[in-house]
């Protein structure tokens, strides 16, 4: 006989790996939008958010100011969350331990 109810999947940790270079611009360019795009709405902000994208991606398409709010970011999400290609760590314990 069959249990009955919902059948849920267990999730398995995030594995540790190295952030890649389209994540990290990927965090940049979301800083960036909340930052420079607040309170625009319609096309303004889809204007805006393009233009910030654009440069989150390429350094050559951003102009002196979202040059500087771009280091800003960066600054920001490395305090945050270490330097780039660091591995992640997981907040549980070891499994196993040396004796």
Known sequence: ???KGPWI???KPISKYPETPQQ???RIGGAMI???CKGLKGTDFTNCRSEVLQCA???DKCDIELKELKDEVKEKI???YGAPHQKR???SPPI???V
Do not use: G, L
Request: glycine share 0%; hydrophobic share 35%; no cysteine.
């Open 24 to 26: 990290r611009n990927v």
């Open 96 to 98: 196993y331990s040396e």
């Open 9 to 11: 999947k267990v999730r």
């Open 57 to 59: 991606f390429h350094e």
């Open 89 to 91: 760590v997981s907040q």
């Open 34 to 36: 909340r930052a420079r």
């Open 1 to 3: 006989m069959a249990k």
């Open 78 to 80: 490395e305090e945050v």
